[in-house]
């Protein structure tokens, strides 16, 4: 038995499901990694949730475990794949699954909810909770604005905060930068027009130059990607500077890329609940491309 995490794609019958099922087995087949389909059956309207979380794994007959089945038949290459049925609260059962698992892959959508949703409770709660890095698969066909990227070619796009840059999704970015052989766009918004706040609700603009922030903004980001660069020589990774509002820069650099890397919030003193931040949470809803949260390095000692 492979004694690597495995790849887990959550599937409910749903084209959005299958379309994360395509996305897992291909991360799975880069990874060199076992891949797990997983289907958790809702209980009954009258089960009562907090108490019934899950259930254990049933081995019996499921069909959208066959229909996951026959959807990965005839590939190319093969992938060690192992098929789980469950029972439980999605929103509960498969953030806990990420405990035992390298990457957690959902649809942006799942069979139930309304047509106008655009990210469902099952992909919010794993984003939200999961252990693991969660990648949401989006519905194709979402429009973003901007302009179209300088080149073509494979990309990955990775959001950096110079004010607290977090390892674990620099290294998570990096990573999958180098196994698709893409370049990484890293995106690092300051905010512009700075205000300071005079007198109660009277806001003053600052004598502050902006190509002096912008430049000091890449001197910090530039720093911090120094090291992942010496570990990974092979990511061309190109730093993109710009003023204003993160989210909208993260989801126009969507547009035709692989994958973008966004971070969840580190718990906090005030905020012991996980959080995603708004920035994240703005980019899973409105993104062209699959999205990745990474959830956050441990605090060091």
Do not use: K
Request: charged share 20%.
């Amino acid at each position: 038995m492979s004694t690597t995490l495995p790849v887990i794609a959550a599937v409910d019958g749903s084209d959005d499901s299958l379309r994360a099922l395509d996305w897992a087995f291909d991360a799975a087949h880069r990874r060199e990694a076992p891949l797990r389909v997983v289907h958790v059956r809702q209980y009954a309207a009258w089960a009562q949730a907090e108490v019934l979380v899950a259930g254990p794994p049933d081995t019996g007959d499921d069909p959208l475990l066959d229909q996951a089945r026959a959807h990965l038949q005839g590939r190319a290459y093969a992938v060690a794949t192992e098929y789980v049925g469950m029972e439980g609260v999605p929103g509960a059962v498969l953030p806990e699954l990420g405990v035992d698992a390298q990457l957690l892959v959902l649809g942006s959508r799942g069979r139930g909810g309304f047509a106008s949703l655009l990210l469902g409770s099952n992909g919010m709660a794993a984003a939200r909770d999961a252990e693991c890095p969660v990648v949401v698969v989006p519905r194709p066909g979402r429009e973003v604005h901007g302009e179209p990227p300088a080149e073509p070619g494979p990309r990955v796009v990775v959001g950096l905060h110079v004010d607290s840059p977090d390892d674990a999704t620099l290294s998570f970015a990096f990573a999958e930068a180098e196994l698709r052989g893409a370049r990484l766009q890293v995106v690092a918004a300051h905010p512009w027009p700075v205000q300071s706040w005079a007198a109660a609700g009277q806001a003053m603009p600052l004598v502050i130059d902006e190509v002096s922030i912008e430049s000091e903004t890449r001197v910090l980001a530039d720093g911090f990607l120094a090291p992942y660069r010496g570990r990974h020589p092979d990511v061309r990774a190109e730093t993109y500077v710009v003023p204003g509002d993160a989210a909208g820069h993260l989801v126009a650099a969507s547009r035709d890329a692989d994958l973008v890397v966004v971070g969840r919030h580190r718990r906090r003193l005030l905020a012991p609940a996980r959080m995603m931040g708004s920035v994240t949470h703005a980019v899973l809803l409105h993104a062209a491309a699959p999205v990745a949260v990474v959830p956050p390095a441990p605090p060091e000692e």
